[in-house]
């Protein structure tokens, strides 16, 4: 919840007592709840919800603004019962949990009361020589919901403001001896969020606290946190539900808990550093949603690591915080590994053509050309002081300028200078658009110079055509205009019957316009030639390419030009 919700838990008193509602009657009630707002004057006016909910309704009749018989008022207390039945109901399917009353009183502020920057809405406390440990109050500031926020997102904001301060009521009742401890809102106020989250997944009140997570994790650690963390304990909630209520149990054991061991029993839940390896990849993928889907926004790398020679790349970073490195390879091949203590640092590596993570990375990176580079990304988080990670580099090889053509030379094919056949558009333009079509009209040229030296270029002047496409499935016809212009340079090796082009860069691209029913649609306009492999085929002054990779594609739509010699080297 956002850090404005107030949390005042005074602990006093030994074995539980039996347990009994504050109410009116109770001074100790009417004190504490006068030292937020001063001039309550204490009115009941719900004694049990329906169903039996174990709460009730004080409503402060100081209050000018709100009256019980009016609808901010009612709507509250109905919400209020919805919310705790349901929050009953999820919360104990993960864990055995100890249920006791509460009461809520309904109130408004003249002078909106301040935490962190920000006015609450609820606040959870019990007064002192509480029943046992038992006694909860919620206190509701009708001002701040039901006139501050936005109209649309009342009703649920305010039900997930319930059960976070709900979840107080829990995590006390459950926890004593956790609550004894200091330094505990990162995961008090934390794990608060995510329970009121899981009750209530579609309230747009966590997301500023969880989206301001992501750009805090990497300089900050997670114990200096408060309600950012709904985020952490949302990962370790998707996972398995009922270890959130495993880690206050661990909490529980001792008394007074110092912080590094609060964070320790964490790690320790949540699986120890491949726990954290996880949990850190998810970060990174953006792959931490909650119960409606929403994601915060994924997170932002820092510094590249450069590596061209042997050495070591330390990667520093406070424990509990997540380090994002992109780390490039370039002038040759490396071993690299990345040296992390398994035991105390959550790690991962995804290479740029992998959409998976690794625990370290591949027994070779970089590339033997000295244009080319091998692209990655580091991720480490740190679970206690002593931890240390760095990638630890040995060179195999050096670069290597590549152009030179193998076995090839001036006037051996496919060196020289080839225009496409006018005859295979259909053919050509049909493949790129996926779908047969007649072509209509056509014009220009675009023309390939592939030369000895292995250098390239591509040049497009005005060639276009129309294609018409028949009627399928019910649906009217498309026209599609093709229309491919500009030129690219690059370097090219050919060989055995297999050419490997590598695209230095351009203007050519492909743009399309589609035409449907009287309405013209634009495609994104794209390159058409990026680095791969083509088989090519010679015969005579005829060069026929066919589209090897990387990419897969359907073999009825496999890139083909046919080529006709306008020039010999």
Excluded at 121 to 141: A, E, F, H, W, Y
Excluded at 361 to 383: E, N
Excluded at 518 to 536: L, V
């Amino acid at each position: 919840m956002r850090s404005a919700i107030f949390l005042l838990f005074l602990l006093f008193g030994s074995a539980p007592a039996a347990a009994e509602f504050l109410d009116c009657s109770k001074p100790e009630m009417v004190k504490i709840v006068k030292e937020r707002l001063p001039n309550f004057k204490c009115a009941q006016i719900q004694k049990n919800a329906p169903a039996g909910l174990p709460v009730r309704y004080i409503w402060d009749a100081s209050d000018k603004t709100f009256a019980p018989n009016l609808p901010p008022v009612y709507q509250t207390i109905q919400i209020a019962n919805d919310t705790v039945a349901k929050a009953e109901a999820v919360w104990s399917a993960a864990a055995t949990l100890q249920m006791h009353e509460v009461t809520f009183v309904l109130g408004s502020t003249n002078t909106p009361i301040e935490f962190h920057g920000k006015h609450f809405k609820g606040l959870t406390m019990s007064p002192r020589n509480s029943n046992g440990n038992q006694d909860c109050i919620v206190l509701l500031d009708l001002n701040q919901v039901w006139l501050t926020s936005a109209g649309i997102d009342r009703p649920r904001d305010l039900a997930f403001v319930i059960a976070h301060e709900f979840a107080h009521c829990v995590q006390r009742w459950n926890y004593p001896y956790a609550f004894a401890s200091k330094n505990k809102d990162w995961w008090l106020e934390g794990l608060a969020t995510t329970l009121g989250q899981v009750v209530v997944p579609d309230a747009a009140e966590p997301h500023e606290v969880e989206q301001a997570f992501v750009g805090k994790i990497g300089t900050v650690p997670f114990t200096q946190l408060s309600y950012e963390n709904g985020l952490l304990f949302q990962w370790m909630w998707n996972k398995k539900p009922a270890s959130v209520f495993e880690f206050m149990v661990g909490l529980n054991e001792g008394v007074g808990l110092p912080i590094d061991a609060q964070a320790a029993e964490f790690v320790s839940t949540a699986g120890g550093a491949q726990g954290m390896s996880d949990f850190a990849r998810k970060l990174v993928d953006n792959g931490i949603p909650n119960g409606a889907g929403w994601r915060p926004g994924p997170l932002k790398p820092g510094l590249p690591i450069t590596i061209s020679e042997a050495g070591s790349s330390a990667l520093p970073g406070a424990p509990y915080t997540v380090q994002l490195r992109p780390v490039i390879f370039k002038s040759g091949r490396f071993a690299a590994t990345l040296e992390a203590p398994s035991a105390n640092v959550g790690r991962g590596v995804k290479m740029a053509a992998k959409t998976t993570w690794a625990n370290d990375f591949p027994l070779s990176v970089g590339s033997d050309d000295c244009d080319q580079v091998d692209r990655s990304q580091v991720v480490v988080m740190k679970t206690d002081k002593s931890a240390t990670a760095s990638i630890e580099v040995e060179r195999k090889s050096k670069c290597k300028q590549i152009g030179l053509i193998s076995n090839t030379s001036a006037g051996t094919c496919p060196v020289g200078t080839w225009d496409v056949d006018n005859n295979a558009r259909a053919a050509l333009l049909s493949n790129w658009l996926g779908r047969d079509g007649k072509v209509t009209s056509a014009s220009g040229t675009m023309r390939f110079n592939f030369r000895p030296d292995g250098t390239s270029t591509i040049d497009a002047t005005d060639f276009a055509a129309d294609i018409a496409g028949a009627a399928e499935h019910g649906m009217p016809p498309l026209n599609v205009h093709v229309a491919v212009t500009g030129s690219d340079g690059g370097k090219f090796t050919a060989s055995a019957g297999l050419l490997s082009y590598k695209n230095g860069g351009g203007t050519l691209k492909v743009n399309i316009l589609v035409k449907v029913a009287g309405m013209s649609f634009p495609a994104p306009s794209t390159e058409p030639f990026n680095d791969g492999q083509w088989k090519y085929e010679c015969e005579g002054d005829v060069l026929q390419l066919t589209y090897v990779g990387p990419i897969a594609v359907p073999p009825s739509h496999v890139p083909k030009f046919t080529l006709l010699r306008a020039t010999h080297w």
